[in-house]
């Protein structure tokens, strides 16, 4: 009996399940690693709160006109996303994979692409048209959870890649935006 060729979904996804389950039994044995984990999810994901926030407030002393576009573009990204995530449902790793998420997460599906990424890559990139340095720190502070993301079994690389690429997109043209007015 012939057995069927995976498709590179099928491929990927068992290449995913195989590498989460040798850093889930790591993390197993290791539960302050574990704790850490969880904590940089949490912390990187409320960095960009106040860091979205000190931009408007930055911007709102120079030109009523840039803060709008600081606004209106990347809130029309995040609306975009969220739309193809909702029309398109890209299982999460834990239902495509079987595997219970090392982070925890409400709900199932609308994986792709992630949103943590593409608003994190967003406000690091807005920073560009303010403060350089710190959108650079701000990016790292981006991968760092993307990569929390991925080992902790909320995405799929694609998904935080996706995301990211994305945010860098709407931020580069709401930046160019502000560099009009």
Same mark, same amino acid.
């Given at each position: ?27 197993g ?5 574990? &704790?850490? *984990? ?5 912390? +990187?994901?409320? /960095?960009?709160?106040?860091?979205y926030?000190?931009? #408007?407030? $930055? ?12 606004i ?14 909702r029309?398109?449902n ?16 409400e709900?199932?599906?609308e ?12 406000? &690091?990139? *807005? ?5 350089? +340095?710190?959108a /650079? ?7 760092? #959870?993307? $990569? ?23 931020g ?10």
């Amino acid at each position: 009996m012939d057995q069927q060729p995976q498709t590179y979904q099928q491929t990927y996804q068992a290449h995913y399940a195989q590498h989460f389950a040798i850093w889930s039994a790591y993390l197993g044995k290791h539960p302050r690693m574990l &704790a850490f *984990l969880r904590g940089a999810n949490k912390a +990187l994901t409320w /960095v960009f709160y106040p860091a979205y926030g000190l931009l #408007l407030i $930055a911007i709102a002393c120079t030109s009523s006109h840039a803060l709008l576009s600081l606004i209106f573009v990347p809130a029309a990204g995040f609306a975009f996303v969220s739309w193809h995530r909702r029309k398109h449902n890209a299982p999460r790793p834990a239902a495509a994979c079987n595997l219970v998420p090392l982070i925890k997460r409400e709900g199932e599906g609308e994986s792709f692409p992630s949103r943590h990424l593409f608003s994190a890559a967003t406000i &690091a990139t *807005l920073w560009l048209c303010r403060l350089p +340095l710190v959108a /650079v720190l701000l990016w790292v502070c981006a991968i760092g #959870l993307g $990569a929390c993301r991925v080992f902790g079994g909320v995405h799929f690389v694609r998904d935080v890649v996706a995301g990211a690429l994305l945010g860098l997109i709407c931020g580069l043209i709401s930046c160019a935006l502000v560099m009009l007015f």
